[in-house]
């Protein structure tokens, strides 16, 4: 009786725990080969919109990598996360910045998130910022990472990331704004329709916005200092006319040939994102 009791507590306590883990950890292994119906995110603003009595509805197109422009896949790097390619899904230089930002600000203001912690979060969690979330949120990014190739990880985030009410994906984004297919996007498009991701329902690629601007001045002139983009002499002046007007010292000027990476400082997000 003795050694049975212990064997039943462990027993139960071990099943209880696989059940937590069961509902609290979804299996991530089959994004591998399935593409998801509906993220949390969808299920969360389909909510939103049935208690506001608005009638907005889901577009959203899935398309593979390969049918998406090379220059909407670099600013989306660029922009989001430009050591996608070398973190296992963490990026702790961006997280400290952004974690100062808040300490001063005394309130989770500032996006650190990798992308892939953004499509953790935009498949299967809430929007809230509360720490248990964001555990889970880190466990999630990690299972994805040991799983799923980078290239996955970049083409489920492309296919799911919110890009208006109701605009999911970028092929839905790429049809809504420039009624255009998403292999199609030219540097500028997509400078952006990247510059709008912090906060996707608040900002709009096709309306004026200082916001806006100044970010997709900051990731086209990226693109051009890496040779991603080689503009008409006419478009570098322009260009060059712009971006001197949009950037007020925050960003950090590095060669390519000393290290790749641009650093694009944290912004402010809503609730809903990051």
């Known amino acids: ?17 696989i059940i937590l883990y069961l509902v609290m950890f979804p299996d991530v292994s089959r994004l591998k080969n399935e593409n998801p ?49 070398r973190h296992e899904g963490f990026d702790y230089e961006a997280l400290k910045k952004a974690i100062e930002k808040d300490i001063k600000a005394k309130k989770f203001k500032f996006g650190g998130s990798t992308i892939s912690q953004q499509l953790a979060k935009n498949l ?43 605009i999911f994906g970028i092929e839905a984004a790429a049809r809504h704004y420039y009624r255009k297919p998403a292999s199609e996007l030219n540097p500028v498009e997509s400078s952006r329709l990247v510059a709008v991701l912090p906060n996707p329902i608040r900002f709009n690629p096709l309306r004026e916005s200082r916001f806006v601007t100044k970010r997709a001045d900051l990731i086209y002139s990226i693109m051009v200092r890496r040779g991603i983009v080689v503009p008409e002499f006419e478009e570098v002046i322009e260009e060059e006319m712009s971006i001197n007007n949009s950037i007020d010292g925050s960003e950090e000027i590095i060669d390519k040939q000393e290290n790749p990476i641009d650093y694009i400082p944290p912004v402010e997000c809503s609730e809903d994102n990051r």
């Open 1 to 17: 009786m003795f050694l049975k009791s212990p064997f039943r507590f462990f027993f139960s306590i071990s099943a209880v725990l």
């Open 37 to 85: 119906k509906k993220t949390a995110l969808m299920k969360y603003r389909e909510k939103e919109w049935q208690k506001r009595g608005r009638k907005y509805h889901i577009k959203q197109v899935w398309i593979p990598l390969s049918r998406i422009s090379p220059y909407l896949v670099k600013s989306v790097l660029i922009g989001e996360d430009d050591k996608f390619w």
């Open 124 to 166: 299967y969690l809430s929007p809230s910022k509360n720490p248990i979330r964001k555990l889970r949120e880190a466990i999630i990014t990690w299972k994805m990472e040991s799983v799923l190739s980078k290239k996955r990880i970049l083409e489920l985030y492309l296919n799911v990331a919110e890009w208006g009410e109701g």
